[in-house]
């Protein structure tokens, strides 16, 4: 297990802290009374809340929600703590008990209301719909013998989940065929957080990790031991935009790539429980490829457990930006009523002793500081004012604020403004017209082949220009021209992605992709680590 390094400038400021609160005591203990016990103080509150309950019920001059007046007051008791401690209605929690555990039940499709119809965007890996036949592209125009033409997002739901067991009668349209009736048995449909997982080249494997659920770790497991089947011997992991999810599947994710007994992560908090150590299984772990991570200012809390343990055990490099900066430990408490508070009980630090807790006692500018263009200048600038640390082979890293990569690579992505409202457009037109296309044209051979050799013709893509002027009426077609590149590259994933699946789509997607494509360049100091660990 890889021990915390002695650091001086780190354990003065600890021991300060703590001499501080200690000296304070004898000199405040007479002052200890009932008026500051903090339960007197509760029982005081209680009695002007029910008071204060009391005169709005009588006295406001209309009807009044209760029940959400009552959860606004919850929330505003969990808004004096720190950002990441929350109280959650009973609906809201309902929601995110099916993200964390992972699944659902109902029919299983990615789906969006297009031309007033639900459209199947892409059917669940190894859900009921795609063992029905239910294909990307297609419309629900009935269910259950009722219209389904213009239905609202929220009936979607409410008519296509249910319990597993049950069945739905679904009316299908398709594009080259007359509408069908299919029968579609309700089953649990897993909701992965493996968002993507494809072999970039013949070395190259490409992980997408978007959340950490109950399911996490296998899912990645999985997801690594496919790609080394095809020939992979170095890995790029996408942590970005993943704000995190449960500890222990942290633990798991970061066992992976660690095949001796180090401490992935430790945490510190008011009680004993609430302190853990947790070190990896070296029979967990694979050590044989070499990894480089990527993160960026939304790459948060388990997220940066992953980032900060490869970093500090010198196991790869971590790249793109300064990662978020939550090192705060949450545990959930159920309430009577189906809502939940989500309360912060403990601090956690990677394996060299970093707290990566960004400092939140200007509440206002929290979440604000995340957004600013020049936040990683500003950082790089206050570089010497936080805590260093040691990695274990002797590298400098810092605390007191996110995991700072080990080379700053930028988001870059300069298409028009009229091209970013294509991609963004509701009515999902590089979708439509591909799925059009895919079903008028031949996409012969196999995914390897197209990733590699395939490109949209001229006259294909004008076409396409065409169908853009007859959908969006005042387009500038001379502005998106500057774009050709970029958009032949979007319609050929939403073709890959229509043909084989969403692993495929992003493995083409990927190529507009300024940070990881940066990545790549940099494998020379990523293999260098294996060749350290070895």
């Not at 119809?117 to 190894?126: E, S």
């Amino acid at each position: 297990m890889m021990k915390k390094p002695f650091n001086p400038n780190f354990w003065s400021w600890l021991t300060g802290i703590i001499i501080g609160v200690f000296v304070t005591i004898p000199a405040t203990q007479f002052l200890y009374s009932k008026q500051n016990n903090p339960y007197a103080t509760i029982e005081t509150k209680f009695k002007v809340m029910n008071q204060i309950l009391y005169y709005v019920n009588q006295l406001y001059y209309d009807n009044v929600d209760m029940e959400s007046l009552m959860d606004g007051a919850f929330e505003g008791i969990m808004n004096q703590l720190d950002p990441h401690s929350v109280f959650i209605s009973a609906k809201d929690q309902k929601n995110i008990d099916e993200m964390f555990r992972g699944e659902f039940q109902g029919i299983g499709i990615e789906f969006d209301v297009l031309n007033e119809y639900i459209t199947v965007i892409a059917p669940v890996v190894g859900g009921p719909s795609e063992k029905a036949g239910i294909l990307a592209g297609d419309w629900i125009i009935e269910i259950d013998d009722e219209d389904a033409q213009g239905i609202d997002r929220d009936d979607v739901y409410k008519k296509l989940r249910g319990k597993k067991g049950t069945k739905v009668d679904l009316k299908i349209g398709r594009i080259g065929s007359d509408p069908f009736n299919i029968t579609i048995i309700r089953d649990d449909i897993p909701l992965y957080s493996v968002r993507a997982s494809i072999m970039l080249d013949d070395r190259t494997g490409y992980a997408w990790l978007t959340r950490f659920s109950t399911k996490s770790g296998p899912e990645v497991r999985k997801a690594i031991n496919g790609l080394l089947r095809q020939g992979m011997d170095r890995l790029v992991l996408d942590l970005r935009n993943n704000s995190g999810g449960i500890l222990d599947q942290a633990v798991e994710v970061a066992n992976i790539f660690i095949a001796e007994k180090d401490t992935l992560v430790y945490t510190k908090g008011k009680y004993k429980q609430a302190e853990q150590v947790f070190v990896a299984s070296p029979r967990k772990g694979n050590e044989e490829f070499s990894i480089i991570v990527v993160i960026n200012r939304g790459s948060a809390s388990a997220s940066e457990i992953v980032a900060g343990a490869v970093q500090d055990l010198d196991r790869g490099l971590v790249v793109g930006e300064t990662s978020f900066g939550k090192g705060l430990v949450q545990r959930q408490a159920g309430l009577s009523d189906g809502s939940a508070i989500r309360v912060t009980i403990a601090q956690y630090y990677t394996p060299s002793g970093r707290l990566i807790q960004r400092p939140f006692d200007n509440d206002n500018d929290y979440y604000k500081e995340i957004y600013e263009k020049d936040r990683e200048e500003k950082l790089d600038s206050l570089k010497k004012l936080r805590p260093p640390f040691l990695t274990r082979k002797g590298r400098t890293v810092y605390g007191g604020g996110g995991i700072t990569p080990d080379i700053y690579i930028p988001w870059k992505n300069d298409i028009t403004k009229t091209t970013r409202s294509i991609m963004t457009d509701p009515k999902r037109l590089l979708f439509n017209w591909s799925n059009t296309y895919i079903n008028s044209n031949n996409v012969l051979g196999k995914y390897k082949q197209f990733q590699t050799t395939w490109e949209l013709s001229d006259d294909d893509y004008n076409n396409f220009l065409d169908y853009l002027s007859s959908e969006l009426k005042d387009i500038d077609l001379d502005e998106i021209k500057k774009d050709e590149k970029y958009l032949k590259i979007m319609i050929k994933s939403e073709i890959a992605g229509n043909k084989w699946g969403r692993d495929e789509l992003w493995g083409v997607r990927i190529t507009t992709d300024s940070q990881i494509m940066g990545a790549l360049n940099h494998f020379n100091e990523a293999d260098a680590f294996l060749v350290q660990s070895n």
